[in-house]
């Protein structure tokens, strides 16, 4: 049974084009805003979400960015961001405000596809770039891992390793380290949540107020939000 | 300058097989003339009391002729003598001992220069220690031992046996001595040629390998050039070409001698690693590549090292762009425990068995040869279908530069 999923996105293209081009997927709601969503409730695996969603002309005011997944969560969907988004901190942020996905508008479409797929079954996709973060912040003691299984799954990811590989490496089988992966990142993203800007800044050396529009809860409601640049 | 003289000096001469045995012929002429030097001041006394003073000398003759014969031509030939000539050489000492009873006085066999024969036999044996063929020498000084027992037949009483005796042991000790340090010698030599030889073939290689390292990602770039693509990703592959341009000018140019104190400055600055591993990512923009530094952010390492990374950083992404179709890559550096460092490049394209795979030059010279003259490790590994995972890392001996030492460098 193909997994439902809805798909917001200010892009009308896109959001017709979606269910023909992912035939995997059941495409039962295609809305342009959050707060549409909000009205239809419709029933569904995941949500697809496109963080820029404002735009002069139709939807000047709208929810996006941090504010949107926010609010899907507290309406208790798993949301999935689509986005072409390629700001590490921007994506860590997203991960933060509990999207259980990031997925690039930049892969191509059948890879695309799968990781949609995976986290609509339940799974986890955290961007390479974000794992990285992750793995900084563990081993910089800001954020603590309970076992060395978990540390040792951490470290073979952020070095972009297949679950074949590691498992080779720590004599566990695959479905065993998605399992692991699953608790790993659902707990990394609490932790994650919870860490003030600050930490992080210092944690990764950077400047002191780099983060801030990315993890201030009030900024994340302004509808130019993603285009702060860290100057990275 | 070696002039005509100079040739003939010893201390001008090659330390090769061909100079040693040149050697050996001064020697032999030097121990041949040396001998008739010390015969003549005798020869008029050994005419007045020899019994048969016209046979004594003819065989002064014949010694002087002989000694004279050899010397000039182990001189010419520039080695000692062959085989026939040494036979020969040979036959006559012992027939100029087996002739010594008829032509010396009694009690003059012994102890005098008149009796020349056993000094002059010293003489030949001396020469024989050049001879290549054992059986002719060892044949040869047998032949002189019986042939100087039979010289001293009749002659030796009680008084001078130990003096016979002691003469008889000088040849035979002077024919192993002398020929033990001829072949001792002619060893050396040959292994200084084969040294010579090796060292030379290794030289080549490494000019080889040294080109292949300098070339190898500049041909990759201008195959890739001659590929259909967009403008963009033309233009960066032209920025790409500039580099290697430089890179391969300056090699063949070569290095000029105030170009070597500038290497020596260059090899004691440092670059920043992270913003070196960096800059070589964003060549490859289209190739999706995720650098994750922060683990590795201070860490700096030699120029020379850091250079020799950015080249097989090159070629290894050089690779994956031409042969992997990978849809993701990620670069990672990590510093460990005492400065050590690993560095993991991993793509998950379509992989290779590296049992069934020759590696190509990229892999095999700009990446593992380069990295481990440096004393870096490089791992690969890979499986069809799997992807490509190369670690390269640094031990804590090969740590990175301590990440204070130098501010001043940042990508070179």
């Known amino acids: 049974m193909r997994p439902r999923v809805a798909v917001v996105d200010d892009a009308s293209l896109i959001r017709e084009s979606f269910g023909l081009l992912m035939s995997r997927l059941d495409v039962v709601a295609a809305v342009a805003t959050v707060e549409e969503l909000a009205r239809r409730r419709p029933v569904v695996d995941v949500v697809l979400l496109d963080l820029h969603l404002a735009n002069l002309e139709q939807q000047p005011d709208v929810r996006q960015g941090i504010a949107a997944i926010r609010a899907l969560r507290g309406q208790g969907y798993r949301v999935c961001v689509y986005s072409q988004e390629e700001r590490r901190f921007v994506l860590a942020a997203c991960i933060a405000a509990g999207a259980s996905g990031v997925v690039s508008k930049a892969l191509p479409t059948a890879r695309a596809e799968q990781l949609v797929l995976d986290v609509a079954s339940g799974g986890t996709v955290v961007p390479q770039s974000v794992v990285g973060i992750l793995e900084v912040l563990v081993r910089r003691d800001c954020i603590t891992l309970l076992s060395e299984r978990q540390r040792q799954l951490l470290h073979g990811r952020a070095r972009g390793l297949t679950y074949a590989q590691i498992a080779k490496q720590l004599f566990v089988s695959e479905s065993t380290l998605r399992g692991y992966w699953l608790d790993l990142t659902r707990s990394l993203s609490d932790s994650l949540r919870s860490l003030t800007p600050g930490e992080i800044e210092r944690a990764l050396g950077l400047a002191p107020g780099d983060l801030l529009e990315f993890w201030s809860g009030d900024a994340t409601d302004v509808k130019d939000w993603w285009r702060v640049d860290t100057g990275r | ?412």
């Not at chain 2, 008739?36 to 008029?44: D, F, L, N, R, T």
């Not at chain 2, 066999?109 to 020349?116: C, E, K, N, S």
């Not at chain 2, 952010?297 to 120029?303: E, G, R, S, T």
């Not at chain 2, 890979?382 to 501010?407: L, M, Y």
């Open chain 2, 1 to 412: 300058m070696r002039g005509r003289n100079g040739r003939w000096r010893v201390a001008d001469l090659p330390t090769t097989e061909a100079g040693v045995e040149r050697a050996f012929s001064y020697f032999i002429a030097g121990v041949r003339l040396g001998t008739i030097a010390q015969m003549i001041p005798a020869v008029h006394i050994g005419i007045a009391t020899s019994p048969d003073e016209a046979v004594y000398l003819a065989c002064w003759a014949a010694a002087a002729f002989a000694a004279v014969t050899v010397s000039a031509v182990t001189l010419a030939r520039r080695r000692p003598l062959g085989a026939a000539s040494s036979a020969a050489d040979f036959a006559l000492a012992c027939v100029l001992l087996v002739l010594g009873p008829q032509v010396l006085a009694p009690g003059e066999r012994l102890g005098t220069w008149v009796a020349f024969q056993p000094a002059y036999v010293l003489s030949v044996i001396l020469t024989a220690s050049g001879v290549r063929s054992r059986i002719l020498w060892a044949g040869g000084l047998l032949g002189i031992v019986v042939c100087y027992l039979v010289y001293l037949s009749g002659e030796v009483d009680g008084d001078m046996t130990s003096t016979a005796i002691g003469n008889v042991l000088t040849f035979v000790v002077y024919a192993l001595v002398a020929r033990m340090f001829f072949g001792y010698t002619r060893r050396i030599a040959h292994d200084a040629d084969a040294s010579r030889a090796h060292a030379a073939e290794l030289a080549r290689r490494e000019e080889e390998r040294r080109a292949q390292v300098m070339m190898h990602n500049g041909v990759a770039i201008m195959r890739l050039l001659t590929e259909p693509g967009t403008d963009a990703a033309r233009s960066q592959l032209i920025d790409q070409a500039e580099v290697e341009l430089r890179r391969m000018r300056s090699y063949l140019r070569g290095r000029a001698p105030d170009e070597d104190r500038a290497a020596a400055h260059a090899s004691a600055r440092s670059v920043v690693l992270a913003a070196m591993i960096k800059r070589v990512c964003d060549r490859f923009a289209d190739l999706n590549v995720d650098a994750l530094l922060d683990l590795g952010a201070d860490l700096k390492l030699p120029a020379a090292q850091a250079e020799a990374l950015e080249r097989a950083l090159e070629s290894l992404l050089l690779n994956v762009r031409m042969h992997a179709r990978a849809d993701a890559v990620v670069v990672h550096l990590d510093q460990g425990a005492a400065g050590s460092w690993t560095l993991t490049v991993r793509d998950d394209g379509v992989g290779f068995d590296p049992a069934s795979v020759t590696t190509g030059v990229g892999l095999r010279e700009v990446v593992v040869g380069e990295l481990r003259l440096r004393g870096l490790d490089v791992e690969i590994e890979s499986a069809v279908g799997e992807g490509t995972t190369v670690t390269i890392s640094s031990g804590p001996a090969q740590s990175a530069v301590h990440a204070d030492r130098d501010t001043s460098t940042g990508a070179a």
